[in-house]
């Protein structure tokens, strides 16, 4: 809605390519203590006056989640942004590697190893480790977090390339990138906004 006429009626394509982006894929586990503060609250009213009293309850959570297939790309060229937001593919698709894929794709090889792609599947891990085992405490209003504490286990670590297409544009002299998961076709980019609209 806040896209410019423009670029809409405008806009050209500056070149479209389909590219097999490198990935590394991280498998283990997550074992996830941690423990919140869970908040009830009753009001009732005395005379004039609203009454809220609050319970306050240590809510501990422990549990282990298992990972399967964490993408992290291995390119320095492809934005981190742009190949996580088109995720996810099916992963049960994958083939085995053959030439025969390659006609019309570009393939690039890894410019980043597994170990150096280590740090953000952990991340990724971590942070999911931890919003899975804050879902399962239900049934407060609030619920802060005290204490956390993750321990990642290691599991096995592959390498696969998957179909990404690159899209370039230009308007009123800047250049938008757009990418788009070469199996679902999933779309991510960055648009002009109107000023005047916004």
Do not use: C
Not at 11 to 31: D, H, K, L, M, R
Not at 107 to 125: D, T, V
Not at 132 to 148: F, N, V
Not at 167 to 183: E, H, R, S, V
């Amino acid at each position: 809605k806040l896209l410019p006429k423009a670029f809409v009626n405008e806009n050209t394509i500056s070149e479209i390519q389909g590219v097999y982006v490198p990935f590394w894929f991280f498998n283990g586990q997550a074992y996830v203590d941690a423990t919140f503060d869970g908040t009830k609250s009753i009001s009732h009213r005395d005379g004039e006056y609203r009454i809220t009293e609050t319970s306050h309850f240590d809510v501990i959570r422990k549990g282990t989640v298992s990972f399967t297939n964490i993408p992290v790309d291995a390119s320095k060229k492809m934005s981190d942004e742009h190949m996580d937001a088109i995720e996810p593919y099916d992963y049960n698709e994958l083939k085995p590697f053959s030439n025969a894929y390659l006609p019309g794709y570009l393939a690039e090889k890894h410019s980043i190893s597994a170990e150096e792609s280590m740090p953000r599947a952990e991340e990724r891990a971590k942070n999911t480790a931890l919003s899975l085992i804050r879902a399962d405490a239900i049934g407060y209003e609030t619920l802060t977090t005290k204490y956390h504490n993750v321990q990642l286990e290691r599991g096995k670590v592959y390498y696969a390339l998957l179909p990404v297409y690159m899209l370039t544009t230009k308007f009123q002299g800047q250049n938008y990138l757009f990418a788009m998961n070469g199996q679902t076709g999933k779309f991510i980019g960055n648009l002009p906004v109107d000023n005047g609209k916004y």
